[in-house]
């Protein structure tokens, strides 16, 4: 077989593929999102000791380990705990939870960036801490990680492919079948499969580097 | 306005408060003098609890700051605050920054506030920057603009610490007349500042601090011509080089 | 949750070669890492344009694609082509290809943040081009670079449990076979896991003690 036709044959399933890709990635970005917010403003270098203890726990137990151990643990030891989840949820929660921590902590250098002086002058005009945080601090945060939050989200979506490995038909593992069931050609299969991740990906990474030049433009912390 | 007993503070082993004891009348304009490290920006911030004493009471017209039950929140926005570096808030237009401390801390409608902070700042002289950001302006400009955002708070009591020590020299006038008028107008005013022009014009009483002590106080143009302690001699014939 | 320690001292010895194996893929792919991303972050400041545009082309298809692919391609796709390597030779080659896109952009940057006047200094002293990179960047790009460069190592250890697809014995292959052969898949997996947190550990540690070092050095 030759090049164009495998490429016609597969490329409708790994578009489908793609689409579930998406879904998963959607929804694990979002909440992952979410645990990076709270987990960086209650971060592990705060002054309450159960917030920092489980934090630093959270992260170190995150970033020593593989995701896939991780996608393991949920998917087969989670049950001998009473909590059984299909692929689908355990993807997507793995996915969430480790990419999580790593938003914790871009999140977190962010805040711990902005000098001391924004917070003086927010404190000093009533601001509770509530409203210091939302008003002054992660607007500006926010637009300092902006480079290493887009890493994450590449990541993220790159970690999807790993989610093939409990079953959920994404794109790596419509490519993986197609190769292995339909005895495609593999070359050309992965290579699609991996131009649609590149067609994801590297739009993303140029717009963070405009999305920053142009922030920058407008900071500066004095 | 303004009653300090018996403050003391440690930053560790350091004593950089010992046992101050001050009272400012209302609309009373002080200025505190002393050498750098002598503790002038810690008793400033001490005021408003942005820096917690070790021992004594501070009392904010009828707030005790000092008390740790006290709604701090509230009471800070009643203390304005103008800090050397301007603080402005970069990521906000200047319109916004005069305004953020209304409608979000005072609850003010927006409109409300916008109307006192266009005039304000058409007072300190930035008419016509307000939909500007503080990257886009001069040094001179952002402290000008910081004025008008402790102003817009309508606060007791104004702080400033020294305000315009980072500042090019071409733009320390427009920030001390903007400064000046506002001392005419009898509010209650405490600066920390080098600028000795200043304070023997707009000052209805100078404090000379040393080494964390309330070392001299008294009126300006008697301290400057004729200061009674030691320490006070030495540090005018520095500064007057 | 039960966790028999029973279980995992009958398996201990598939751990421990699990384990070694699993840092001697690592270190083996980050020596090839080293040597790739170098030359790819020199290629990347060169000033030809045909040199820097592959580089780049390398660099971005490398960290825009996910590692499980490039390792199916290299897995499944070289034997299509004929050329057949241990399972150890190609998880070395997938990782130090997707490692070496990583160490480039690390020295690259390092490279970068050294300023200019530097160069400029150096050139007005009479240095050449190699004098100039082996006494004057070199030495501040390696102080720069190292810490990063050693979490890359810890990347690559825990990148390595993909290898246990294609049926290198590393901790997490070494994991599934004690879920899959005793059913015991706590024993198996969270053990792995103890054993990734604990060569990260060292990792990170080795880390802190290199900046230590070499921040007095300055």
Not at chain 1, 16 to 43: E, P, Q, V
Not at chain 1, 119 to 142: C, E, R, V, W, Y
Not at chain 2, 38 to 61: A, D, P, W
Request: charged share 20%; glycine share 6%; proline share 4%.
């Amino acid at each position: 077989m030759n090049f164009i036709e495998v490429s016609k044959n597969s490329i409708p399933f790994l578009i489908k593929g793609l689409r579930l890709t998406a879904y998963i990635g959607s929804i694990s970005l979002l909440l992952a999102l979410l645990i990076g917010l709270i987990g960086g403003i209650f971060n592990k270098n705060s002054k309450v000791f159960i917030i920092r203890t489980i934090s630093k726990i959270y992260v170190t137990v995150v970033r020593g380990t593989p995701f896939l151990i991780q996608l393991y643990i949920v998917f087969f030891v989670l049950p001998s705990f009473g909590i059984t989840l299909n692929p689908l949820q355990a993807g997507i929660l793995t996915l969430a939870f480790h990419n999580g921590a790593y938003i914790a902590e871009i999140i977190r250098s962010g805040i711990e960036a902005i000098p001391k002086e924004q917070s003086d002058a927010a404190i000093s005009l009533g601001m509770t801490p509530f409203l210091k945080m939302k008003l002054i601090i992660l607007p500006q945060a926010l637009r300092v990680v902006i480079p290493p939050l887009a890493g994450q989200i590449m990541i993220l979506i790159k970690d999807t492919s790993i989610t093939s490995l409990i079953g959920i038909f994404e794109l790596t593992k419509v490519g993986r079948e197609l190769t292995v069931a339909s005895r495609f050609n593999p070359i050309v299969v992965y290579t699609w499969v991996s131009f649609f991740y590149f067609v994801i990906c590297y739009p993303l990474y140029v717009l963070s580097v405009k999305l920053e030049k142009k922030l920058r433009l407008h900071f500066s912390s004095l | 306005m303004i009653e300090i007993k018996k403050l003391n503070k440690w930053f560790g082993k350091n004593h950089v408060l010992k046992n101050i004891n001050l009272k400012i009348k209302q609309g009373e304009v002080v200025v505190i003098l002393g050498p750098s490290g002598s503790g002038k920006s810690t008793l400033l911030r001490c005021i408003n609890r942005l820096e917690t004493v070790s021992s004594g009471e501070v009392k904010v017209g009828e707030e005790i700051i000092t008390n740790p039950k006290i709604n701090i929140y509230e009471a800070r926005s009643k203390i304005g605050v103008v800090f050397q570096h301007f603080n402005l808030f970069p990521h906000l237009s200047v319109m916004r920054n005069v305004t953020i401390g209304c409608t979000e801390v005072l609850k003010m409608p927006v409109v409300e506030a916008e109307k006192i902070a266009k005039k304000l700042l058409e007072r300190v002289g930035i008419g016509e920057k307000i939909s500007a950001y503080p990257s886009e302006i001069s040094g001179g400009q952002k402290q000008r603009v910081a004025i008008a955002r402790a102003l817009a708070m309508q606060p007791q009591v104004m702080m400033f610490d020294e305000p315009t020590s980072a500042l090019d020299p071409e733009m320390i006038e427009e920030v001390l007349s903007v400064i000046e008028d506002l001392a005419k107008e009898n509010r209650t005013m405490i600066l920390v500042t080098h600028e000795i022009g200043f304070a023997k014009k707009a000052a209805d009483r100078t404090i000379f601090i040393d080494n964390g002590e309330i070392i001299e106080e008294g009126n300006p143009k008697e301290f400057f011509s004729n200061p009674k302690t030691d320490r006070a001699k030495y540090f005018i014939s520095k500064v007057l080089y | 949750m039960t966790y028999n320690l029973l279980i995992v001292k009958q398996y201990l010895p598939i751990f421990k070669e699990a384990f070694f194996n699993t840092l001697q893929i690592s270190v083996v792919s980050l020596v090839f890492a080293l040597i790739i991303g170098v030359m790819v972050a020199l290629c990347r400041i060169s000033k030809n344009k045909f040199i820097h545009g592959i580089a780049s082309i390398y660099v971005n298809a490398i960290r825009s694609t996910p590692l499980l692919a490039q390792l199916y391609i290299v897995y499944f796709g070289l034997p299509y082509l004929g050329i057949r390597f241990s399972t150890f030779s190609t998880g070395v080659i997938a990782l130090s290809l997707n490692g070496g896109a990583y160490v480039a952009e690390i020295v690259r940057a390092g490279i970068q943040a050294i300023p200019k006047e530097q160069t400029e200094a150096a050139l007005s002293l009479g240095m050449n081009y190699y004098t100039l990179m082996r006494k004057i960047i070199f030495p501040q790009v390696l102080v720069i670079v190292i810490p990063p460069l050693v979490g890359q190592l810890a990347d690559l250890v825990k990148a390595t449990c993909l290898l246990s697809i294609i049926a290198y014995t590393e901790l997490t292959r070494a994991a599934e076979l004690v879920a899959a052969t005793s059913f015991a898949p706590n024993e198996g997996y969270i053990t792995s896991a103890i054993l990734y947190l604990f060569l990260c550990y060292i990792i990170m540690g080795f880390s802190n003690y290199l900046e230590k070092k070499l921040s007095r050095e300055k």
